[in-house]
């Protein structure tokens, strides 16, 4: 089945500083990929949309000089966190969409804690 | 506004006691209803997808259907390893997913 390698797994970051998180379609071309975050005991909520070679889209109340989103290729989307705070601690999943089957398929999450 | 429901939020059954999740949609041209069992720490995995009404999907002791309205996800004679959150999604005319909350499952031994 389709598989979506999220990397790293867990990151612990002083405030002030940046992190990307890196999210690869390992045997299959995602269309689009997703970014979500997840608070404790709360359901996903869609950070922002990445098409290839083009600008991400974010969702309203995101700040995308925060969340910057790079989708260089068909297998590859990264997250970066810039100048993270303690309250950007949370736990971010990407998902990728297949060209075919239209099927979404989940990283296996990032927890980032700032400290 | 696109809204998926999921109740309850918490069930706790004994093995073998079997139940049904519950997945309330308003998702304006749903073009598919998605299933996806999440353990904490993790991403979710996927289960299921449906896209018309009246169509069923079975996996193991898992089985998902779907009405116009609403979609179940029962659980037959459950083990202690089927405890986990179940979250439902919908796809309505753009490509985003659109969550419920989700129901965390906990089956006893």
């Known amino acids: 089945g389709a598989v979506v390698s999220q990397h790293p797994s867990r990151v612990i970051c002083k405030s002030g500083t940046s992190v990307k998180i890196e999210c690869r379609s390992l045997d299959f071309q995602a269309t689009t990929m997703f970014w979500y975050r997840q608070f404790p005991k709360q359901s996903l909520m869609l950070m922002a949309t990445s098409n290839e070679g083009s600008k991400a889209t974010y969702e309203q109340g995101v700040e995308k000089d925060k969340f910057l989103i790079n989708h260089a290729s068909l297998t590859l989307s990264t997250l970066t966190v810039t100048s993270a705070h303690p309250e950007d601690s949370s736990f971010y999943i990407c998902?990728?969409?297949?060209?075919?089957?239209?099927?979404?398929?989940f990283g296996s999450g990032t927890r980032l804690t700032v400290v | 506004e696109d809204q998926v429901t999921q109740s309850p939020e918490a069930l706790r059954l004994q093995e073998g006691e079997s139940s049904s999740l519950n997945c309330s949609y308003t998702v304006s041209g749903l073009r598919g209803l998605f299933w996806y069992r999440q353990d904490p720490g993790k991403g979710p995995e996927f289960l299921f997808t449906l896209y018309s009404a009246g169509e069923e999907k079975e996996k193991e002791r898992l089985k998902a259907t779907l009405t116009k309205k609403e979609s179940f996800l029962h659980i037959t004679a459950p083990k202690p390893e089927d405890s986990a959150t179940y979250l439902c999604?919908?796809?309505?005319?753009?490509?985003?997913?659109?969550f419920g909350k989700g129901t965390k499952l906990t089956v006893n031994p």
């Open positions: 999604a919908g796809q309505g005319g753009s490509e985003k997913l659109v």
């Open positions: 998902s990728a969409r297949n060209i075919a089957p239209s099927d979404y398929t």
